[in-house]
């Protein structure tokens, strides 16, 4: 795949690339919605991902270029830039902007991407884009940022230049992520281990639910804003910084403190997910993926009806697997509003599986999801 696009970098530019580099995409196994709540989280890295591909220019140009869209961009090295549209490649650009921003010099490159993540899937395929770029600047430029600076610059992307108010999860996934170790990350003070993530005789299978995403980053940032809400009525009373400060016993003896109904249910979705997390590690690392399965089904459970992120197709996915005998959990991973669903699968059952689900969810929806077993893959390199 590599040579392949290396061909098709040299037709682009009428050069060969010079330095290529990879960031995987993520699911996250547990703890949705949690990451700006400062709670605990798990995610891994995937194998597929962003490749760039690059090379120096004389010319003091960005030249952007993606195998996935038409769109393409060439603009001068300058010393700021701006969004002026939703095309793909405002998201590298951004990288470049927060790079300048904070003095450090870049000169001109020729840039191919590529991405073999289903683009809007919930699988971050803008971390991953948004990391590589970072990486490969860093690299490129020796900058001096460490991996965690990296997270934190494209995570400011995200929030400032792009307007999405994500937390750090998927850029810390993408760029800390370890072969087949999910990461039980702490949102608010960053520490993290990486855990033995032993699916036994289980796939990781990915269901891509192929539903156009509409709407889904005003959405995201309107539930942000409701756990905003939350946590000031409860800071009335309690002296906490994050609604993953309190346990479930304090959140449902202080409850009445918060007035709002809608906003009471998100609160407490993302105590108790909290809570689910910690349950969910402890039961990775004793090998209890019964248990890991049921925490699953309650954490999609309390996203449907209390976070109000998920909907009918995911749900479909979600309700088929809870029937089929060989899955032992399964929920929407990512932000939600269609996106993709995870479920533990048995081996020997994948292929029956989705035959059947593909079956079951298109007779159901009217179009066909996509099944994917994954793999637990590695952090952003340099190839
Ligand atoms: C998106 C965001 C993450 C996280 C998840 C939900 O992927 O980018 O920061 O909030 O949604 O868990």
């Known amino acids: 795949m590599l040579e392949n696009l290396k061909k098709q970098f040299s037709d682009l530019f009428g050069q060969e690339s010079k330095n290529d580099f990879f960031a995987p995409g993520r699911v996250n196994l547990i703890g949705e919605h949690i990451d700006y709540n400062g709670g605990l989280v798990l995610?891994?890295?995937?194998?597929?991902?962003?490749y760039l591909l690059t090379?120096?220019?004389?010319?003091?140009?960005?030249?952007?270029?993606?195998?996935?869209f038409d769109d393409k961009l060439d603009i001068p090295v300058q010393d700021a830039y701006t969004k002026e549209g939703k095309e793909w490649f405002y998201y590298p650009l951004g990288v470049i902007h927060n790079f300048v921003q904070d003095g450090k010099k870049v000169e001109g490159l020729d840039l191919l991407f590529f991405g073999n993540l289903p683009i809007g899937s919930g699988l971050s395929s803008s971390a991953s884009v948004e990391v590589v770029m970072a990486y490969a600047l860093n690299q490129l430029f020796n900058a001096g940022y460490s991996r965690l600076d990296i997270v934190k610059l494209a995570k400011r992307v995200e929030n400032e230049f792009i307007g999405v108010n994500s937390g750090i999860m998927d850029q810390f996934a993408v760029t800390f992520g370890e072969e087949n170790k999910a990461l039980k990350l702490n949102c608010?003070?960053?520490d993290y281990e990486a855990v033995e993530c032993n699916l036994g005789d289980h796939?990781?299978?990915?269901?891509?639910?192929?539903?156009?995403?509409?709407?889904?980053?005003?959405?995201?940032?309107?539930?942000?804003?409701?756990?905003?809400?939350?946590?000031?009525?409860?800071?009335?009373?309690?002296?906490?910084?994050?609604?993953?400060?309190?346990?479930?016993?304090?959140?449902?003896?202080n409850k009445a403190l918060i007035s709002d109904a809608v906003v009471l249910k998100r609160a407490e979705h993302v105590v108790e997910e909290n809570e689910r997390v910690h349950l969910a590690t402890k039961a990775l690392a004793e090998n209890r993926l019964?248990?890991?399965?049921?925490?699953?089904?309650?954490?999609?459970?309390?996203?449907?009806?209390?976070?109000?992120?998920?909907?009918?197709?995911?749900?479909?996915?979600?309700?088929?697997s809870l029937a089929y005998p060989e899955v032992t959990g399964a929920r929407m991973t990512g932000a939600g509003f269609g996106g993709c669903a995870?479920?533990?699968?048995?081996?020997t059952a994948f292929e029956d599986f989705s035959t059947k689900i593909i079956d079951y969810y298109t007779s159901k929806i009217g179009y066909a999801p996509s099944v994917y077993?994954?793999?637990?893959?590695?952090?952003?390199?340099?190839l």
């Open 203 to 253: 796939y990781l299978a990915i269901i891509n639910t192929n539903k156009p995403r509409k709407l889904a980053e005003s959405k995201y940032n309107e539930r942000v804003s409701e756990c905003e809400t939350a946590l000031k009525s409860l800071q009335h009373k309690l002296i906490i910084n994050n609604l993953c400060d309190i346990d479930a016993e304090t959140f449902h003896a």
């Open 342 to 347: 995870i479920a533990l699968v048995k081996k």
């Open 290 to 320: 019964e248990d890991f399965g049921q925490l699953m089904y309650a954490s999609h459970e309390s996203l449907k009806s209390l976070y109000e992120v998920s909907g009918v197709e995911l749900d479909t996915i979600v309700e088929f």
């Open 188 to 190: 608010e003070s960053l």
């Open 55 to 68: 090379a120096p220019n004389k010319d003091g140009v960005f030249r952007f270029r993606s195998t996935n």
């Open 373 to 382: 077993s994954s793999e637990i893959g590695k952090g952003v390199s340099e």
């Open 43 to 50: 995610p891994s890295a995937v194998t597929f991902g962003t």
